[in-house]
């Protein structure tokens, strides 16, 4: 018979190994927002952090939509959301109307954020599309034009715009019909007429009459969102399918931004506030659906939040059923507690709300006793021995109890607030706390039975922090001793602290659920590792099941200059099977102009299990001790004298007869790299001497 065997050309491979551990599950609250109405959410990325816009219900109307304003808030982790304040008012530009601040999105051009907005036209003939525009994604946002973009017509509502792979930006918008406009470079001049789709059944769904007046020829409805995922383009939109069932989101795809569109189905059936509005996108190699819900007290049709689900593609670009959930999606990376977090960064709140701070961007406010907010999956590292917080109060003050895990954990420590007198009057004060490891972090506020102080900011300290150079000189120092360090899965690997292996002390990262070779372990390198300087790095790897050997990657991900993803290797390794690697780089220099910088863990193929442990980041020239360079062989060279000869065919035989043990001599034998020494290994050394062959690599042998 005929046997195709594959081995590698003659080369010298450094050896060691790696393996596995149990996933850890993180779940996220929806609706994403509880201290205020999130109406008409629409995502976007910006850098590294995930935005959306909303709208804002105002509280207590229950009567008509009545939206004061848009509001902002971001993400890094799809857990913790940071609240950046209304941006705009219904009224903020003198051509608006009141109580119209309808359906958003914005978009960054050339260093400029473009948000474009739903409002009456205060001078009459309808509802109109607006743009505004900012040097940063939270405002302030300027009226460049001073009059609508588009409009006034009563059609003429929820705006969502695109820039194609080309440079061309669209803008689509309207109810019952779906209309589309090039925009000018500018992002504020329309180029050309605004045109519309032909709303048949085949482009965008059979439609049931919701009366005796619906005229409709097809499900769509209004909200349209335009996107783009591999090769499809995508038009979300909230739909009518039924009779009196409210909107569902529906889909349709398209072989470019202008159709033609064919209908591919439902997203979500119904809603529990009759209106459904939002938008999917792609985040950190994962893909998320937006829409609006009533979730928290007070919600109904009038007063929506923002809510957000994961989901996966099919294989034929489809987007599955998505059922709304009170859990959302995973969290993605942990939080870092060593570094200021803004006090309305929050995965669950009840009782507070937020308001503009006299230090920038808002603060939390309108706290009473028995108030809580909850942080999740915050990575206290090696442990933190100070908490402290920026705080004011014109009330009584109170008390900060820190809880972890659940709102009646165990307290870590508890900081006493003075009164400042002022509630825009901020002073630091912090306390002891004793934590370490991954934890969910609750801050309890109590006290007297009015409101009691406002909170800015909150950070830790300790010897968990990443933010300062540890013991040993290190920029951060990940052991896993107490946890995943601010490690967390890439793609669809998990990771979690293990016992089952390690190179130093008595735990390491087990990796597993791995679909990829490139699904492995990452962390984020975080502002103190800045572009254009050099560092030194280092992690010790592990695997011990699968193949003999196996090729690690140490990684960095960036952006480049123009914003895109680019990826370097730092330094590799080969890996034999039950033994640590160690891949180090003493000076590696991150790129000029570069940022958001992640560092990662992968393999050159297979998707084996495997550990990390002592991953290190140093400055420039630092020499990080390691398990070295494992085994050190030659392909073909068994006795490793630098020459293949005679003597390597006989010592490969004894290999093969098993009198030969040793584990390099075993590895430089197999080389047909199928995982153990065979007659075949052997023939191919013999071909090689007699110089038949000049290299190990494909050779068909007829056995």
Known sequence: ???????????????????????????????????????????????????????????????????TGWQCFSTKDMKNWTDHGRILEDTSFSWCGENDAWA????????????????????????AIGVAVADDPAGPYEDVLGKPLCGPNWNYIDPTVMIDDDGQAWLMFGNPTCYYVKLKEDMVTLDGPIQSFDMTEQAFGPHTPQNADDKKTCA??????????????????????????????????????TGPWTYRGQIQTGSNCYTIHGGIIDYKDHSYYFYHMSGIPGGGVFNRSAACEEFTFNSDGSIPSLPSTKSGPEQIELLDPFVRVEAETICWSEGIKTEKCSEGGVNIANIENGDYIKVSGVDFNLGADTFTASVASAG??????????????????????PVTDGWQNWTEVSCPVEVSGEHDLYLKFTGGSSYLFNVDWWKFSGPGSSGSSSDDGYLFHSTYETGTNSWS???????????DASYAGSKSLRVTGREASWNGAVRTLGSKFKAGQSYSFSADVMYDSGETSQKFYLTLQYKDSEGEVCYDKVATGTAVSGEWLQLANTSYTLPEGASDFYLYVETAEGECDFYIDEAIGAEDGTVIEGPGGGIVFTLGDIDDN??????????????????????AAKLAADVNNDGEVKANDVVLIQRFVLGEITSFSIVEIVT
């Open 1 to 67: 018979m005929k046997k195709i065997i594959a081995a590698a050309s003659a080369a010298v491979l450094s050896v060691a190994a790696f393996a596995s551990g149990a996933p850890c599950m993180i779940h996220a609250e929806n609706p994403i927002v509880q201290t205020s109405f999130t109406p008409d959410p629409a995502p976007v990325v910006f850098g590294d952090e995930l935005y959306v816009f909303t709208g804002c219900d105002r509280d207590g109307d229950n009567d008509f939509y009545k939206m």
């Open 104 to 127: 958003s999105q914005c978009i960054e051009r050339n260093g400029k954020y473009y948000f474009y907005f739903t409002t009456t036209n205060k001078s009459g003939g309808g509802r």
């Open 642 to 663: 630098g020459v293949i000869n005679a003597l390597d065919i006989a010592l490969a035989r004894q290999v093969l007869a098993g009198s030969l043990t040793d584990s």
């Open 396 to 417: 009584s003050g109170g008390k900060i109890e820190l809880h972890i895990d659940s709102l009646s954990g165990d307290i870590i420590g508890t900081l006493d607030v």
């Open 489 to 499: 899965g890439r793609g669809s690997a998990k990771v979690a602290a293990s016992t």
């Open 220 to 257: 769509y409805g209004e909200g349209p969102w335009i996107c783009k995922h591999d090769d499809l383009y995508y038009l979300v939109y909230a739909a009518f399918v039924g009779r009196d069932t409210g909107e569902s989101m529906a889909y349709a795809t398209a072989p470019s931004v």
